[in-house]
């Protein structure tokens, strides 16, 4: 089973701030299948991220995502006030459906 | 636009069963995988298992294998989730999601449902 280590656990950043959010796999990811979630207290997640790089509809381009094989980034280029949440990777390569256990970006 | 729609909270005793049902609206139901995702209270998500409906065979985590057991109804666009040998670690908020590339066993999630907690108490 692949297992996600997300990094760093908090983030504590200042609205207008670039927020940079790590996902690395124990094995390489096949054909960049990695997504990734936002989710707010009380709501189910939101799919921002899939194919490592590409934005679901609706999401604002200020989140982009990139990487390839083991090592994946969320970057949001300038955090607004909707931005605080927790985040989640997903991997989708294997037959099953992995997640990290979570970044939270926080207010500093 | 797909909605899904999930059954009501649950209070089960430890050693019972729950049933999660999962309703889905719009789009085409048949030929998407439904997967199940739990939270624990302050915890991550924790990918359980899914089913494509039109072939009707799931593949589950290795965790929950002989637990859990998900169904579809074609004719109700209802997926379910069932879950055996119920413990308090069970509790937990239970997701229903459809993956976004169709014909797809796993995938990234496009649609949740709303969420279904189940508490498991004696």
């Known amino acids: 089973e692949i297992v996600l280590t997300q990094s760093p656990g908090t983030l504590s950043l200042s609205p207008g701030e670039r927020a940079t959010l790590s996902c690395r796999a124990s094995?390489?990811?096949?054909?960049?299948?990695l997504a990734w979630y936002q989710q707010k207290p009380g709501q189910a997640p939101r799919l921002l991220i899939y194919g490592a790089s590409s934005r679901a509809t609706g999401i604002p381009d200020r989140f982009s995502g990139s990487g390839s094989g083991t090592d994946f980034t969320l970057t949001i280029s300038r955090l607004e006030p909707e931005d605080f949440a927790v985040y989640y990777c997903q991997q989708y390569g294997s037959s099953t459906g992995t997640f990290g256990q979570g970044t939270k970006v926080e207010i500093k | 636009q797909v909605q899904l729609v999930q059954s009501g909270a649950e209070v089960k005793k430890p050693g019972s069963s729950v049933k999660v049902s999962c309703k889905a609206s719009g789009g085409t139901f048949s030929s998407y995988a439904i997967s199940w995702v739990r939270q624990a209270p302050g915890q991550g998500l924790e990918w359980m298992g899914g089913?494509?409906?039109?072939?009707?065979?799931?593949n589950y985590a290795q965790k929950f294998q002989g637990r859990v057991t998900i169904t579809t109804d074609e004719s109700t666009s209802t997926a379910y989730m069932e879950l055996s040998s119920l413990r308090s670690e069970d509790t937990a908020v239970y997701y229903c999601a459809r993956v976004g590339e169709e014909m797809a066993t796993i995938s990234h999630f496009d649609y949740w449902g709303q969420g279904t907690l189940v508490t498991v108490s004696s």
């Open positions: 094995q390489s990811v096949s054909s960049s299948y």
């Open positions: 089913i494509i409906p039109i072939f009707g065979t799931a």
